[in-house]
């Protein structure tokens, strides 16, 4: 699945439903049923009775059937589909499912903010610590990005900037520490980042968007080395 700037998680039963963007992962779905005798998961519902509904949402948003159900492969494989294929897929894994799916997404449609709430609050404190590390991380990356326009950085030079802080405080950049975590290429290296490193990358940023600013730092390198160098002196600390 491509990233997308919508996402969310949806909890059933304690277990997680990925989002991205209009995409909900159906094997998620089927998961978090418990697999239901007489139920069949996503690639058999498919091609059993679903393709018929997947069609007429493909016609219906003038695309084609692939491009609104996908099915990844590998050790992450899943299969995702479009929130209406996802809610006609839940409808006929569990009722209950289907009403807890279709009620969530659409406070999510809406911008209902308690929803982010309810969510953390029925996390263990361990998670929530982590949840707001994230969270944090995220403020600070969406502050220094929107800093690093204003300042000349173009095309790759955000990832040279990423990888400044990277190299910063870890040594290595982000490919390097996919390498060493063994986690799938092009996989987001925060989302499996602990607490601690999560708040150092998000000091990094804070201090890279102070200090070019400041010093009206501009284009590609120079904010890469400033993004370098301010992880250098969080690294320095810990």
């Known amino acids: 699945m491509k990233n997308s700037a919508k ?14 963007g ?15 005798s007489g139920k069949r998961d996503p ?3 498919k091609l059993e009775s679903g393709q018929d509904f997947i069609d007429s949402v493909a016609k219906k948003l ?13 050790r992450y494989g899943a299969s995702w589909g479009h929130w209406q294929i ?8 569990s009722p209950e499912l289907h009403m807890h799916v279709n009620e969530i997404y659409m406070r999510y449609q809406t911008g ?4 982010a709430d309810d969510v ?3 996390m263990t404190p361990e998670q929530q610590e982590l ?8 403020v600070a990356r969406n502050y220094l990005t929107k800093t690093l326009e204003e300042h000349e950085v173009k095309g790759y030079g955000y990832v040279h900037c990423t990888n400044g802080t990277y190299k910063g405080l870890f040594g290595k950049n982000a490919k390097q520490i996919r390498e060493d975590r063994n986690l799938p290429a092009r996989k987001n290296v925060r989302e499996h980042m602990d607490i601690e490193e999560l708040l150092s990358v998000g000091l990094s940023e804070i201090l890279a968007k102070k200090e070019i600013e400041t010093d009206d730092i501009n284009g590609n390198k120079p904010c890469a080395d400033s993004c370098y160098r301010n992880a250098s002196k969080v690294k320095s600390i810990l």
């Open 62 to 74: 003038n695309v084609r059937s692939a491009t609104i159900y996908k099915t990844t492969r590998g």
């Open 120 to 122: 953390v609050d029925k």
């Open 86 to 93: 996802a809610l006609a897929y839940a409808k006929y894994l």
């Open 131 to 138: 949840h707001a590390a994230r969270t944090l991380g995220k």
């Open 112 to 115: 209902d903010v308690a929803l």
């Open 22 to 36: 209009d995409f909900i992962c159906l094997t998620d779905l089927w998961n978090a049923s418990e697999k239901p």
């Open 43 to 45: 690639s058999h519902w």
């Open 7 to 20: 996402h969310f998680e949806l909890v059933y039963e304690d277990k997680t439903i990925r989002q991205d």
